[in-house]
C-alpha cells in the first residue's frame, strides 16, 4: 500500500507545485483537462534547467577528442529538431501503427476506461451471492480497494467484512478471463454498481490523429509524434552527409511527445502531452553491446551527479518477456516516486539495445522478427505490408571500406518525468531558528544549484538606511550572470521561508555592516550556514559555486 506518509508528502509536493508555480493543470479555469499540466514560473525554469543540463552534458559539452571515462572510443555527439508532424509512412515503418496500443475496457455503468491489463481482482462470495470483484489500484492497494467493494457490494456494514469468502488469488483479470475463472458478465468494475458492466477489451491506439490541409479526407490523415526518435532515425542520412560525423556517433534531440493514454494518473508522471530527451547513438554492430553498457551506466550517473537520492534509484535490466518488438536489450533507469507502493519504482528512462530495426525498416518496409530474424512483414500479396523509403541508410566507413546498418543505443528520457523526480527528492521539511530562535517548521525545495529555478535572492535587510540602493545594484550585477530575484517585502524571516520553498540555493541580504564594511550574508539553503563575504566577490563566488 502507498504509505500514508509518502502520499501525504505527495499530496504536500502537488500543493507546493500549484501554490508556488512549479506546476497547475492545464487549462485550469475552464476545470483542468486531463493528462495536460502547464509549468508555471518556477516549474518553467527548472524543467528548463533539466533540458539544458541534459544537452550540455550530452551534446554540447561533449569532449569528442576525448575517451570519456567507460566509453570504448571517443565519439562525436550532434543536435536536431524534428517536426512533430510527420509523414504517415513513418510510423507504419517503426511499428507505432500497427503496435502502439494498449487494450482498454470501458464501463458502460461508471462511463469510465480502464486498460485492461491494469485490472486486477478476485472471486468474492457471501451467503450464496458470487462475483469477481475488479480494482484499478495497483500494487498493496488493491487488496483494500477489493475488499472496500466487495463490502460494498454484499451491503455490509465493515464489522462484516469477515463474513465475506474469498475464493481463489488475487489476480489480472485478463488472466482470469483467459482460464475461465471469470466472465465479463459476472466481474464487477472497479467503479460499477453492478456486475456486467465492463465492455469486451478493444485496442486503441495511443497515437493523436489529425488532418493535414483544408481537405480533411482520410488520405490526409497524420499523427502527432508518440517519440521524438523517428525524427532523428528518417534523418540519419541527412546529418552523416551534412555533418562530417563519423560512427560512432550520437544525434540528440529535445521535444515534445503525445501519447493518447488511457489512464494518465500520477501528477505529470503519465501525461498525454510531455517532452523527451532522446539520444540515438549510431554504433558498429560489433561494438553495441559495449556502447550499450556504457551509456546505461552513464545515464545512471548523470541523475546522481544531479543530486538524485541513490537509494530511490534503481537500474533495471529488462526480462526477454518485456523487450519491445525492436529490442534485444533495455535498461531502464526508476525512481522510486512517492505516489508508488512501498518497493515500486517508476521509470525514469529507458536505454535500449534497438539494434539496425529503425533504419533497415525505413529502407526496406516494417519489419517483424520471424524465428529470431527481422524481416519485411508482407501481407497475403506478398508485398511488404509498409513500405519503406527504398533509400539506403547504410554507412560506409571510408578508413576500414566497411558498409553495414549502425546498430543503435538509444537512451530516452522523460523531461517530466525527471522534473518531477528532482522536484520530489528535493522537498523536505524540517525545523530551523526563527528571527526570536525559536525552532520554525520549514518547507524546503533541496534542489542542485544547477537546477534551482532562482540561484539567489537579494535582500534588503529593511527598506531604508541606503540597503535597498546596495541590494539593487547587487541584484543588477548578480542578474548578468544567474537567475536571481531581489524581495524586500516582509520580515527576512518570511522571505528567506519563501526562497526555501521554490529552491533558491543562497540568499544575500544586505545589513547595516554591509553599508560600514562592504560585506553581504550569504545563507546557504541547506546548510543554513551564514557568512560574511565581501560585497565586491560575491557575483564571481556564487558564478564559480555555479560552474
Ligand atoms: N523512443 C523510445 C521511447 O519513447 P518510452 O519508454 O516509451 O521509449 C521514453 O519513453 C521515456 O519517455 C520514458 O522513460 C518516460 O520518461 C517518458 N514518457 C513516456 N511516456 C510518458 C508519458 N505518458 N508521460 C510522461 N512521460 C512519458
Request: proline share 5%; glycine share 8%.
Amino acid at each position: 500500500m502507498t504509505k500514508p506518509d509518502d502520499q501525504s508528502r505527495m499530496d504536500k509536493i502537488v500543493s507546493l507545485a500549484k501554490r508556488r508555480g512549479f506546476i497547475f493543470p492545464s487549462s485550469e479555469i475552464y476545470g483542468g483537462l486531463n493528462g495536460f499540466w502547464d509549468y508555471g514560473p518556477l516549474g518553467v525554469a527548472l524543467k528548463r534547467n533539466l533540458k539544458d543540463a541534459w544537452w550540455h552534458d550530452m551534446v554540447a559539452g561533449h569532449d569528442e577528442l576525448a575517451t570519456a571515462a567507460g566509453a570504448p572510443s571517443p565519439y562525436e555527439m550532434a543536435g536536431l529538431d524534428c517536426t512533430i508532424i510527420m509523414h504517415p509512412q513513418v510510423w507504419k515503418c517503426s511499428g507505432h501503427f500497427d503496435l502502439f496500443h494498449d487494450w482498454m475496457i470501458d464501463c458502460r455503468d461508471s462511463k469510465k476506461r480502464y486498460r485492461y491489463d491494469h485490472l486486477l481482482g478476485r472471486r468474492a462470495a457471501h451467503r450464496g451471492k458470487q462475483v469477481f470483484v475488479t480494482t484499478d489500484a495497483s500494487g498493496d492497494d488493491a487488496p483494500a480497494e477489493l475488499a472496500a467493494r466487495a463490502q460494498k457490494f454484499f451491503g455490509l456494514r465493515a464489522k462484516q467484512a469477515s463474513e465475506i469468502e474469498w475464493v481463489g488469488e488475487l489476480e489480472p483479470l485478463a488472466a482470469a478471463i483467459t482460464a475461465g475463472g471469470a466472465s465479463l458478465a459476472d466481474t464487477l468494475g472497479p467503479d460499477a454498481t453492478a456486475p456486467g458492466t465492463l465492455t469486451e477489451p478493444r485496442e486503441f491506439n495511443l497515437m493523436f490523429e489529425t488532418r493535414i490541409g483544408a481537405m480533411a479526407s482520410d488520405e490526409d490523415r497524420a499523427f502527432l509524434r508518440p517519440e521524438t526518435a523517428q525524427g532523428i532515425f528518417v534523418n540519419f542520412k541527412n546529418v552523416c552527409d551534412t555533418s562530417r560525423v563519423r560512427v560512432p556517433f550520437g544525434i540528440a534531440q529535445i521535444g515534445k511527445s503525445f501519447r493518447n493514454e488511457i489512464t494518465p494518473r500520477n501528477f505529470t508522471f503519465r501525461s498525454r502531452e510531455f517532452e523527451q530527451m532522446e539520444i540515438e547513438f549510431f554504433c558498429r554492430p560489433a561494438d553495441s553491446a559495449e556502447w550499450y553498457r556504457y551509456w546505461r551506466d552513464r545515464r545512471w550517473k548523470w541523475y546522481l551527479d544531479l543530486g538524485l537520492t541513490a537509494g530511490k534509484l534503481q537500474l533495471r535490466e529488462h526480462g526477454q518477456d518485456e523487450l519491445s518488438h525492436y529490442s534485444v536489450g533495455t535498461a531502464d533507469i526508476e525512481y522510486a516516486f512517492p505516489f508508488l507502493a512501498e518497493g515500486e519504482f517508476g521509470e525514469l528512462e529507458g536505454i535500449a539495445h534497438r539494434g539496425d530495426f529503425d533504419l533497415r525498416s525505413h529502407m526496406e518496409g516494417k519489419l517483424v522478427r520471424r524465428d529470431g530474424e527481422l524481416v519485411v512483414e508482407t501481407g497475403e500479396d506478398g508485398k511488404p505490408r509498409h513500405r519503406g523509403s527504398g533509400k539506403d541508410l547504410s554507412y560506409f566507413d571510408d578508413i576500414s571500406r566497411e558498409r553495414y546498418v549502425p546498430h543503435v543505443i538509444e537512451p530516452s528520457a522523460g523531461a517530466d518525468r525527471a522534473t518531477l523526480a528532482f522536484l520530489c527528492d528535493a522537498y523536505h521539511e524540517d525545523e530551523v531558528p526563527d528571527e526570536d530562535g525559536k525552532p520554525r517548521s520549514r518547507t524546503v525545495v533541496k534542489l542542485h544549484p544547477k537546477l534551482a529555478p532562482v540561484k539567489a535572492a537579494v535582500l534588503p535587510l529593511v527598506k531604508k538606511d541606503g540597503m535597498p540602493e546596495v541590494a539593487i545594484d547587487l541584484y543588477r550585477r548578480l542578474k548578468r550572470q544567474m537567475a536571481c530575484q531581489y524581495d524586500e517585502k516582509g520580515s527576512v524571516g518570511r522571505r528567506y521561508a519563501r526562497q526555501d520553498e521554490a529552491g533558491t540555493p543562497w540568499c544575500l541580504t544586505i545589513d547595516g555592516q554591509t553599508l560600514s564594511d562592504q560585506t553581504v550574508t550569504l545563507r546557504d539553503r541547506d546548510s543554513l550556514v551564514q557568512e560574511r563575504v565581501p560585497l565586491a566577490e560575491v557575483v564571481d563566488m556564487l558564478r564559480d559555486r555555479l560552474a
